[in-house]
């Protein structure tokens, strides 16, 4: 069985020994070897192997493709990242912070005594993680340094596979494919002249995700690349600032919870699809991320909120309250991709879609619709539809955020801007959620319920107003070392 197992991923080897080439897979095998052994020794050899602890410094430029302030291109912001491995007793701990127009991020990412979890230290909550074992949570880590990359194709020699080399930066490269848990297989490109990684490339759906490794230094006896950056096709979405490593210092300590920590309270189940009655002709439909809020208005209907599965929202709407009178118009909340994926259902319904400029120009690139197509309706300032008043504001978010604004109901959907996710406790608010707040307050609207397109309970306006309250707007809330 080893014998299988050893040789399962090189099907050069096993199509060799079909015919019989016994020499020509011997060569292939001593081939291999020695380029592993080339890498073993360009990035420390025995230092390497031998490595304890492994510590990644980054800082880098993030992109955010769909999700930027304007829909014209697509924004990077700065972030940090601060990876600690012990290596040998399996545990990591990875903390990312970014302080950026759009939000304060601070997570960690870390092992427990018992289990990984995820210290979020804008709310001071601990989630449980979603990762069975150090791989999944970690994998993600070891993919982003080279050295880590050389580390585990000298360790898992046996499943490596040779594949056709190519000229990269002018210089004759060696392609050898590796398999790690979790992961579609990764093709190193290794450096003829120098023994080091230039390139990783992985598939993800449809894409090939790029690794870009360059400016080499040495840190303790291990050889490692100070530039880094990764593109999604071709499209740039990570490009690093500035990179440092370090290794054998990775405290014992950092594998623990601070006191001040206690897991998060629970959240509202949102499994099920549920239709939720706000008001008079207020129905507040989804599950999940994804929720639609659906406005009677006699003759027809009005929807908010453009997730995909739009077309089961609306069949459940008129399951659940017999009304099948059409969808006629459905707002699109703003630009960003997720809110846009479930129009082309709304379409197909008949109706007529609202939204900002932005979002409108998205919609038409993605549908070939034209410019004065009565499938089409572009909010300006305010647009009064039936029951429903519509505006167009800006925050922190997005240039041009869609608030829906039932009078009758007073009740507002907005997307983005907050949600209470917890059963009975307030959820923290963020930079956005003031803005929201002060965006609702310059309008002078009369909100009683706020709906999210990401669910959660319907939130009265006083314990909104509470969480706005609360929201202290300090970038390095915990003052650790990674956000100073
Ligand atoms: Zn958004």
Request: aromatic letters at 10%; a negative charge; proline letters at 4%.
């Amino acid at each position: 069985m080893s014998y299988v197992k050893k040789y399962t991923f090189s099907g050069l080897f096993l199509m060799s020994v079909a015919l019989g080439a016994n020499s020509a897979s011997a060569q292939e095998s001593e081939r291999i070897n020695d380029l592993i052994d080339q890498v073993a020794k360009a990035y420390g050899g025995d230092e390497l192997i031998e490595l304890d602890s492994f510590r990644l410094q980054d800082r880098y430029k993030q992109a955010l493709p769909g999700q930027g302030y304007t829909a014209s291109y697509d924004e990077f912001v700065t972030f940090r990242r601060d990876t600690q491995l012990d290596l040998v007793r399996r545990k990591g701990s990875e903390e990312r912070w970014t302080s950026n127009w759009n939000a304060t991020l601070h997570l960690r990412v870390v092992s427990l005594p018992d289990a990984i979890a995820t210290i979020d230290y804008e709310d001071g909550f601990v989630r449980p993680a979603s990762f069975p074992d150090f791989d999944a949570a970690f994998g993600g880590a070891v993919r982003l340094s080279d050295t880590l990359l050389a580390r585990t194709l000298v360790l898992n020699r046996e499943t490596a596979v040779m594949k056709d080399g190519e000229i990269y930066l002018g210089e004759r490269q060696q392609q050898v494919e590796i398999q790690m848990p979790h992961s579609p297989p990764l093709t190193l490109f290794v450096s003829e002249a120098t023994g080091l990684i230039s390139k990783m490339t992985r598939s993800r759906g449809p894409q090939t995700l790029h690794y870009i490794f360059g400016n080499y230094k040495k840190a303790g006896g291990i050889a490692y690349a100070a530039d880094f950056s990764i593109f999604a096709g071709s499209t740039p979405v990570t490009i690093s600032v500035d990179r440092r490593v370090s290794v054998g210092n990775v405290a014992p300590s950092i594998f623990g919870l601070d006191k001040s920590f206690r897991y998060e309270p629970a959240r509202v189940d949102n499994q099920e699809m549920t239709v939720q009655k706000i008001g008079e002709g207020v129905h507040f439909v989804g599950r999940g991320p994804a929720y639609t809020v659906f406005i009677d208005a006699e003759d027809y209907v009005i929807a908010a909120g453009g997730y995909p599965g739009l077309r089961d929202r609306y069949e459940m709407f008129k399951k659940t309250t017999g009304n099948a009178t059409p969808l006629k118009f459905q707002v699109a909340t703003h630009h960003h991709s997720d809110h846009l994926a479930g129009l082309s259902e709304a379409l197909d319904l008949g109706a007529t879609l609202i939204a900002p400029k932005a979002a409108i120009e998205k919609i038409r690139s993605e549908t070939g619709l034209e410019e004065n197509s009565i499938q089409l309706r572009t909010l300006n300032d305010v647009i009064n539809e039936g029951p429903v008043e519509i505006y167009n504001v800006a925050t922190n978010h997005v240039d041009e955020l869609a608030l829906i604004y039932v009078p009758e109901a007073r009740t507002l959907f907005q997307a983005d801007h907050y949600a209470a996710l917890h059963e009975s406790e307030i959820t923290p608010a963020g930079r956005r959620a003031v803005e929201l707040y002060n965006a609702v307050n310059h309008l002078r609207l009369d909100v009683a319920i706020i709906l999210s397109a990401h669910g959660g309970r319907p939130i009265a306006w006083a314990e909104f107003e509470t969480a706005v309250e609360k929201f202290e707007g300090l970038p390095c809330r915990s003052q650790r070392s990674i956000c100073q």
